[in-house]
């Protein structure tokens, strides 16, 4: 099994940056793909960025050029750096792992962008 623990949601001003974090554990694989995703009332969680084990990403293009995902294979950890937040990036912000054929889940960090 795979533990995913996400912090560093919370409440900001438009314009301003959050930095999630995203720590792993348990039966983790050498060879996995992390990422985010978003979700909002009524509508379908929605991919944010990924990264592959070897730092290939992709990112929605809502969020190119002000989004950054990165990880650090030795703490099994992946980070979110969101500058130029906008109203429309409040969202709660999911974690993910992927490896096999196997998906698994964090909880969810709220973040909010209003003034």
């Known amino acids: 099994q795979v533990q995913l623990v996400e912090s560093g949601g919370g409440l900001v001003q438009p314009g301003g940056s959050l930095r999630l974090s995203c720590a792993a554990s348990?039966?983790?694989?050498?060879?996995?793909?992390m990422g985010w995703y978003r979700q909002t009332p009524g509508k379908q969680r929605e991919l944010v960025a990924r990264?592959?084990?070897?730092?290939?990403?992709n990112y929605a293009d809502s969020v190119k050029g002000r989004f950054t995902i990165s990880r650090d294979n030795a703490k099994n950890t992946v980070y979110l750096q969101m500058n130029s937040l906008k109203p429309e990036d409040t969202a709660v912000y999911y974690c993910?792992?992927?490896?096999?054929?196997?998906?698994?889940w964090g909880q969810g960090t709220q973040v909010t962008v209003s003034s």
């Open positions: 993910r792992l992927t490896q096999r054929t196997t998906a698994y």
């Open positions: 348990g039966s983790i694989f050498s060879i996995n793909t």
């Open positions: 990264i592959t084990i070897g730092d290939n990403t």
